[in-house]
């Protein structure tokens, strides 16, 4: 609509897509939108191109035969340089008019972190259609509260409005400092506190092949390490000098089943005496 103005879309296997904007001939741009994470692609066609009206971007996307019809055409309209979009969804049979059938918006939710729980409701819906999101916490978590755009919108693990726009929320969970249940049998961690390596073994019936996931998380419930063991591991050797010293929590995953016990790094010895010195000082 403007000399110098130019839209650049990327878009990977997912697939999903981002939107960038530039006012002077694509020099500098500054980043609009990213398709919400259940808005697929897939095995459908697409396409992008600035409207004719100030900050007007359209998206397209066409899947070929698709419940009996011909084809399914939708077309994404933004009116604010991509920041947002509305979806119109057009099926082409043969007897189409040229008029769009209905207006369907994505409603995008996910649970932060992943590990914390799951979150049900969200799709696509139609315009003026409820939706209805339930947030339900994993063993060792407890909800915390919905936010959109980093803003805190309910603390409820409800979440009920009427589809006006395409939206993406969060649910955010919270990791419980007195995990006590279940127990840890047939798992060893030493030493506790630790100051370098943590090691960790684990019993023969404990270890659940390609499916035993060791984390670690701060006091905040963020996850500051992760991994997967492959094959039968009975023991293995954490270098923990990516962690500052404090209280963690280590979180062992197997037979469906979550693990979570406190740890702590220690401060070294000569660390540990010049902060003992300065406080008698």
Known sequence: AQEGEFYLVSWWLGPKFKVFHSYDYWHNFEFKYEQPENAFFWD??????????????????LKTYVEGYYFRLHVYHSADCAQTFTEYVHELTPDYDGNPAQIIYTIAA????????????????????????????????????????G??????????????????????????????KPEFSGISIYPNPFTSNLNISLSDNFIDS??????????????????RLRGYNNH??????????????????????RYSKPIIKALSQIKNYYSLKQITQ
Do not use: H
Request: proline share 3%.
């Open 210 to 227: 390609e499916n035993t996931i060791v984390s670690i998380y701060d006091v905040l419930g963020n996850i500051v390490f992760k991994q």
């Open 44 to 61: 459908e066609m697409f396409a992008f191109t600035a409207g004719r009206g100030e900050c007007e971007f359209y998206a397209f996307k």
């Open 151 to 180: 803003i805190s919108i309910s603390e409820e693990p409800e979440l009920n409005f009427t589809a006006d726009s395409t939206r993406t929320l969060k649910a955010n969970f919270q990791l419980i400092n007195n995990i006590t």
């Open 110 to 149: 996910g649970p932060i972190p992943a590990e914390g729980g799951e979150v049900a409701g969200a799709g696509y819906y139609n315009e003026g259609e409820e939706v209805d999101l339930i947030a339900t916490a994993n063993e060792g978590y407890t909800f915390q509260n919905w936010t959109e755009n």
């Open 236 to 257: 293995f050797t954490i270098n923990t000098e990516f962690l500052k010293p404090g209280f963690y929590f280590l979180s062992i995953e197997a037979n469906g089943k």
